[in-house]
């Protein structure tokens, strides 16, 4: 499934960028608020619908959520409400593809980012 490993590869991007730039083991305190919290957000628990505007506004913003009603569409929701209730649009593929490519270029620009600063830092 091309969003799942599209959310994977951003998320090790991610991992990557973020122990990049922690260098106490004490640091990582922080780590429950990049890996739970996204998920309260992106309508993991309950629907984006179901939040209020300026949440939603925020959940429409991150990869996490394009991936979740992406796979959801695949797997149990063939209307696609949680792509309806991102994009508004009629055409359920054409709102798929188009969430797909959001966490396709997440997925590119946190690779990037991780590579570059696992570079700088292996250099100094």
């Known amino acids: 499934m091309p969003a ?7 998320m090790y991007g991610l991992a990557e960028t973020l122990a990049s730039r922690v ?6 305190v922080a780590t429950p608020a990049v890996a739970i919290l996204p998920f309260f957000f ?3 628990l309950f629907p984006i619908s ?4 300026v949440l939603a506004t925020i959940a ?8 979740l009603a992406v796979m959801r569409y695949a797997l149990i929701d063939p209307h696609g409400s949680g792509l309806h209730a991102i994009w508004g649009m009629s055409n359920v593929h ?5 969430s797909l490519l959001v966490v396709a270029a997440f997925a590119a620009a ?6 570059r600063l696992f ?3 292996t250099v100094r």
């Open 4 to 10: 799942a490993v599209l959310f994977t590869v951003f």
């Open 23 to 28: 260098h106490k083991q004490e640091d990582f």
């Open 42 to 44: 992106a309508g993991a």
């Open 50 to 53: 179901a939040m209020p505007g």
């Open 60 to 67: 429409k913003f991150m990869p996490l959520t394009h991936a």
């Open 94 to 98: 054409t709102e798929a593809l188009l």
């Open 110 to 115: 946190l690779t990037v980012i991780s590579i």
């Open 119 to 121: 570079t700088r830092s």
